[in-house]
């Protein structure tokens, strides 16, 4: 099975902050990578797709690179609606396993 | 617009089975594959398994391997999660995802999740 590792864990920050998440891949797993954004209570909702694409009604502050196995998610600058837990998934081979996920939260 | 629907909650004994369901709807079922999802309390999210409504292809996460069975009722479009033999652990919110389509299973449309407590 391909693991995802996930840093940092947890990141303190403000609005107006740029935030970065980083997802390593046990094995390359070519552009095959998801990031979803979950709030408390709530299911997730997918952000980036295919590592870089941006699923549709997801603001441009969010972005995602990388590909064989390290890739990244960016927010440009934090809103007060982004505080949440990140999690991304790999979707090159099953099981498609997710990440142990990186909370923001208020500095 | 898209949705997909789940059943209400459950409460179960250990040892029992459950039986999630997944109602979708604003779409054509059989050309988009589902993802089931669960997530215990505080935890992260874990892949389950995955089902092509279009030919009934599945795959399992291995631990679950023997305990867990993934179907689709075209009729009705509706997926099925059941899960047998249930322990503690088991206790978790299930979500059924869609994936964006045939080719790509990233979870474009999530279920509002279903609530299995597993308690003698």
């Known amino acids: 099975d391909i693991q995802m590792a996930q840093s940092p864990s947890s990141v303190s920050a403000s609005v107006g902050d740029r935030v970065t998440i980083t997802c390593r891949a046990s094995q390359g797993i070519a552009s095959w990578l998801a990031w979803y954004q979950q709030k408390p209570g709530k299911a997730p909702r997918l952000l980036i797709y295919a590592a870089s694409s941006l699923q549709s009604g997801v603001p441009s502050r969010f972005s995602g690179s990388g590909s064989g196995t390290d890739f990244t998610l960016t927010i440009s600058s934090l809103q007060s609606e982004d505080f949440a837990t990140y999690y991304c998934q790999q979707t090159n081979s099953f099981p498609f396993t997710f990440g142990p996920g990186t909370k923001v939260d208020i500095k | 617009q898209v949705q997909l629907v789940q059943s209400g909650g459950e409460v179960k004994k250990p040892g029992a089975t459950v039986k999630v369901s997944c109602k979708a709807s604003?779409?054509?079922?059989?050309?988009?594959?589902f993802t089931w999802v669960r997530q215990a309390p505080g935890q992260g999210l874990e892949w389950l398994g995955w089902i092509s409504p279009k030919n009934g292809n599945t795959y399992y996460e291995q631990k679950l391997q023997g305990r867990v069975t993934m179907t689709t009722e075209t009729s009705t479009s509706t997926a099925y999660m059941e899960l047998r033999s249930l322990t503690s652990d088991d206790t978790a919110v299930y979500y059924c995802?869609?994936?964006?389509?045939?080719?790509?299973?990233?979870?474009?449309?999530w279920g509002q999740g279903t609530l299995v407590t597993v308690s003698s």
């Open positions: 604003g779409y054509t079922f059989t050309n988009y594959v």
């Open positions: 995802a869609r994936g964006r389509n045939l080719g790509d299973p990233s979870a474009e449309y």
